[in-house]
């Protein structure tokens, strides 16, 4: 079973899917969030809300499915999920919608929620209001929601509202890519952070919770047509011959489905080609598609769906992520392996206890101190990977060490797909910081990197590792590398590399006393002209440790 007192990385956008549904977790810890610090990028004196002197007559569409994108803005380790609610439309306005006691008795999470209501209050008689009448800027009203924040209820409202109130800059939901849309019967929400939740004491300091933290808001009316599209693959990596094996999951109103791959979402003409293909794929079958052309090692590729209607109309599209094989040369295997302590796969799944064991190691000959562990899950018997469609190439992880007071480990697939989650990969935030372009030196300074200290390679808890898997069209993370103490406090975790047998035994390598001095640096690296600091000197069948000033 998974351990559930996770974080997750609300800023950490790997791909253009959310994440995970919540159903999953239904015992995930409740621990608030922090408020942010701000609401808005423009000061803008607060306008009350218009009297509604309109007369509403409701009436019930039925149960609904929602997508609740709400509380993993709240409520750290939470993640998006869908319950079906009901949802009521105003018969003199059919433009004006309502969703009906989403934090009531219907809500997975309503008993964990207890402590978050007013005491005697379940929760009910609350609506989500939502205005439609610009289907192409839908609009989420103050909407008051059943939960506390510091002895005041919390209510959620969309930063549509918020600029057709004149509260934040005009075009700044278009700038932001923060407008909802009503289409086919389905309202989303797609852009990260486009709803507001807070209470009227925090709200009136600029005070609140970023919502929609996943972009995933999504309501779906019993009457919608179905052009829903997910890009689901097997795996995280392409096979030996850089083909990804791939299913496009889509509802039931999809006619079909034109897909590709493309290096960047940012290019137009790749994109566009992919469209004017006459290639079409049928919704709910497997097929494979092929990176043309070169790739890299561990290199980022994009498959790219469009999902159209019967008329030939495009409706939907979905990108999923993938990663080429490393084939790449110039890489020396050490002479002894490495003792690596799992503490990733083994932290996120407490049934699971790979201990220590012994893991082939890799060097980067133009880059000393650059290493690899060279599949290092393949000792786990339980691994569901198929050879069949995945190829017989090696997974690593990726270790720069090339300065030991920032040791980052980078991501990359790693070769573990487990049955109840799929394929796994990871990642860590000194990589993330480091491909945003902050200095080693200030990652270091921040303890958001690991350390390498005689030859031994260790990640305390502020350095986050995450492990993260795709399932259901959506990406989730956890972090790894922690322990909680007997009171809870979060303390460093047990992930650990140790490289010192596998660095230091070219001390044990003896030679003819006639064969002239070699020298090699700590790594193991043989240095021709030796600059001052310590080395290892090799001369016949002498080996030691010197230091040349």
């Known amino acids: 079973m998974k351990k559930f007192h996770l974080l997750f990385l609300t800023a950490f956008a790997m791909t253009a899917s959310a994440a995970v549904p919540l159903s999953r977790h239904a ?20 306008k009350a809300a218009p009297a509604d002197a309109a007369v509403h007559v409701w009436k019930s569409l039925g149960v609904c499915q929602w997508t609740d994108d709400l509380l993993p803005a709240m409520f750290k380790g939470l993640q998006p999920y869908k319950v079906e609610l009901e949802v009521e439309q105003d018969e003199n306005d059919p433009a004006l919608y309502r969703i009906v006691d989403p934090y009531s008795l219907r809500n997975p999470y309503y ?11 379940d929760a009910s008689g609350r609506y989500i209001m939502i205005d439609a009448t610009d289907p192409g800027n839908i609009i989420i009203e103050p909407s008051a929601i059943g939960l506390m924040y510091e002895g005041e209820e919390l209510f959620v409202a969309s930063y549509s509202y918020y600029e057709k109130m004149g509260e934040v800059d005009p075009g700044f939901c278009d700038t932001y890519g923060l407008k909802g849309t009503l289409a086919n019967g389905i309202f989303t929400f797609p852009g990260e952070r486009a709803l507001w939740i807070s209470t009227a004491s925090l709200d009136a300091k600029g005070s609140g919770f970023f919502g929609n933290p996943n972009g995933a808001f999504r309501l779906t009316l019993p009457d919608a047509k179905d052009y829903s599209l997910e890009m689901l693959t097997a795996d995280w990596c392409a096979d030996d011959e850089g083909r990804i094996v791939f299913s496009p999951w889509g509802g039931d109103d999809i006619a079909y489905v034109k897909a590709g791959i493309v290096r960047s979402l940012g290019d137009e003409a790749a994109l566009r080609a992919i469209r004017e293909s006459d290639k079409k794929f049928t919704s709910r079958q497997g097929d494979y598609l092929a990176i043309e052309g070169d ?13 159209y209607d019967s008329a030939g109309t495009l409706q939907e599209s979905d990108v999923h992520m993938f990663y080429t094989p490393d084939f790449s040369d110039g890489w020396t295997t ?42 290092p899950y393949a000792r786990a018997t339980y691994n569901t990977l198929m050879p069949g469609t995945h190829g017989a190439h090696s997974h690593y992880i990726y270790l720069d060490a090339t300065d030991p007071a920032c040791v980052v480990l980078e991501e990359s697939p790693i070769g573990m797909v487990l049955s109840q989650d799929g394929a796994m990969r990871i990642t860590s935030d000194a990589y993330i910081l480091v491909s945003q372009g902050l ?5 270091a300074y921040s303890k958001a990197a690991g350390t390498m200290v005689n030859g031994v390679i260790t990640f305390p808890a502020t350095c986050k590792i995450y492990a993260g898997y795709n399932t259901e ?29 596998a660095t230091q035994s070219v001390a044990d390598i003896s030679a003819d006393i006639d064969t002239p001095a070699e020298y090699f640096n700590l790594q ?3 240095i021709t002209n030796p600059t001052s600091g310590l080395y290892i ?13």
Request: glycine share 8%; proline share 5%.
């Open 439 to 443: 200095p080693k030196d200030a990652i």
């Open 334 to 375: 050490l002479p002894a392996k490495a003792r690596f302590t799992d503490y990733i796969i083994s932290n996120i799944y407490t049934d699971i206890d790979l201990g220590t064991y012994d893991v082939e190691v890799q060097q980067c000959d133009a880059r000393p101190g650059y290493y690899r562990l060279v599949d």
């Open 537 to 549: 000197r090799r001369s016949g069948d002498k080996t030691e440790k010197i230091f040349v000033k």
């Open 295 to 307: 790739w890299g090692p561990n290199e980022k590729f994009y498959i790219v769906g469009y999902a």
């Open 111 to 121: 008993y964990d929620l207890e402590s978050h209501r007013a005491e005697g209050d």
């Open 27 to 46: 015992d995930a810890s409740l621990e608030p969030a922090t408020p942010a610090a701000t609401r808005t990028t423009a000061a803008h004196p607060r």
């Open 524 to 526: 193991g690296v043989r």
């Open 473 to 501: 069209g959506m990406d989730s993370w956890y972090y790894c590398n922690y322990k909680t103490d007997a009171a809870g406090n979060v303390v460093d975790g047990d992930l650990r590399i140790d490289l010192s047998a």
